[in-house]
């Protein structure tokens, strides 16, 4: 069984940067892919960005050059680097793995 737990999520002014992390237990992360979505109120869940057991990167058009996904393979940890947060970056962010889901993590940027 996967568990995945979200952190790091809060409440932040547009501009500011927030730093969310995925720890996993139950399996080993490095052979697998990464990925986080967001889902914010009204919406679908959409995909954020992922990363691959070797490092490589995928980012939606909407947050390249802001965000940033990165791994710990040897702390089962993937992080999302969030910078230059906007007022629709609002949402609550997932970590996702080999079809599990973590809780979600809120985050909000005021205007």
Known sequence: QVQLVESGGGLVQAGGSLRLSCAASGRTLSSYIMAWFRQAPGKEREFVARVSWSGTTLYADSVKGRFTISRDNAKN???????????EDTAVYYCSL??????????????
């Open 77 to 87: 940890t993937v992080y999302l680097q969030m910078n230059s947060l906007k007022p």
């Open 98 to 111: 080999s079809g599990y889901w973590g809780q979600g993590t809120q985050v909000t940027v005021s205007a």
